[in-house]
């Protein structure tokens, strides 16, 4: 593997085909954003243009001050714009999906140039980001304008309440399966939630596209949904009051399988070695289950992966890093998920 060694972010692939791999994750977006489109009409639309238009902008506007306070005279088109590669284009489209139909078009902005700007152009734009710049723009947008706003209230103007959003009140409250249907969980059709997070069925084929495309590690998403699958599998075997219908429900509500193949999959913000993308894939899936069970939002898969974003560069630092697994972190990873299923579990029977 060709890897360069230099200051955090540590390991770096210099030959990666962004414009490539960026442009298949936006064919992979497409059958979402025609399936929000036609759900949410001139709304969806209007929101996604905010989204992704609020993202480019700001690295174009940026990109110039930078030239201007080099001395460089001012070009139409900027040499540092990320646009050719389609890579901002991608992050705008990203964040746009994990929005209501009917957030204001004010907020989109602002966690777009906050998002961007906060999360990749003052680390050196491009390859340099430690954090996912869609998954910052929304967690921005959750804690800065209030839990109503980014969860309940302004999830879904037609269709009401979320799955997990009535698990939130009630987490043993099995007649959430008798609003949402299995198939409706799965199909996304008639399924409250963020513009692009409904359709488990339209996310399996934008994710096969990219696995036959060779643009993502197919391990991340699988071990994300795997972990939540797992630790919510292992509650409800030792609970007498969960069933079968809880772990497919936190597998297919919510936007764990959304986040799983279209942001815990970004290249430049996850560990370049396959060990250490299923370490930062099962911490993604282990705090998300965690934060939905025991926090105060139903939701937390983009605060899981920002903060595993932080954990990247220790899981790339040179002296630790492996290509491979071995036997001993084999064990020791199995110790882990044995704990972190124990912790959960226990958690669940005395603390709820």
């Known amino acids: 593997m060709n890897l360069v060694q230099k200051t955090a972010p540590y390991l770096r692939k210099p030959t990666a085909r962004v414009s490539r791999f960026m442009g298949d994750v936006s ?31 700001t690295e174009y506007v940026y990109n110039q001050i930078i030239d201007m306070l080099n001395g460089e005279k001012f070009k139409l ?24 139909d009917v957030i204001p078009l004010q907020v989109v902005i602002i966690g777009g140039v906050v998002g961007t700007f906060l999360a990749k152009l003052i680390f050196g734009g491009l390859g340099q980001n430690i954090f996912n710049p869609a998954a910052f723009a ?12 980014a969860y309940e209230a302004y999830v879904d103007a037609d269709a009401g309440a979320t799955v997990l959003g009535v698990l939130a009140n009630d987490l043993f409250d099995s007649s959430v399966t008798e609003y949402y249907s299995y198939w409706t969980m799965f199909s996304g059709i008639g399924m409250p939630g963020s513009l692009g997070e409904t359709s488990a069925l339209l ?44 772990p497919y429900t936190m597998v297919f509500s919510g936007g764990i399988m959304y986040a799983a193949v ?11 070695t396959r060990p250490g993308r299923v370490y930062f894939a099962f911490g993604v899936g282990a705090l998300t289950l965690l ?20 954990f990247t560069p220790a899981i790339d630092y040179p002296k630790w890093t492996t290509n491979k697994f071995t036997l001993r972190s084999i064990l020791i990873f199995a110790a882990i998920v044995i704990v972190t299923a124990a912790i959960a579990t226990a958690g669940v029977h005395y603390a709820l």
Not at 262 to 272: V, Y
């Open 27 to 57: 064919v992979a977006l497409l059958p979402l954003v025609v399936f929000a489109i036609y759900r949410h009409g001139l709304s969806a639309v209007w929101i996604l243009l905010a989204a992704v238009l609020s993202m480019v902008l």
């Open 77 to 100: 088109k900027n040499k540092s714009f990320t646009i050719s590669n389609m890579s901002i284009v991608t992050s705008g489209l990203i964040y746009g999906l994990t929005l209501s």
């Open 138 to 149: 929304r967690v921005f947008v959750a804690l800065s304008f209030g839990g109503a706003i």
């Open 203 to 246: 996310i399996i084929v934008g994710g096969l596209y990219l696995f036959l495309r060779k643009s993502f590690d197919i391990f991340v998403p699988l071990t994300v949904i795997g972990t939540v699958a797992l630790l919510s599998g292992t509650i409800a075997l030792f609970h007498e009051d969960l069933g079968l219908w809880f």
């Open 262 to 272: 279209f942001m815990a999959t970004d290249p430049i913000t996850i560990p370049i």
């Open 291 to 310: 934060i939905r069970i025991f926090g105060q939002l139903p939701e937390g898969v983009v605060f899981a992966i920002v903060f595993m974003n932080m």
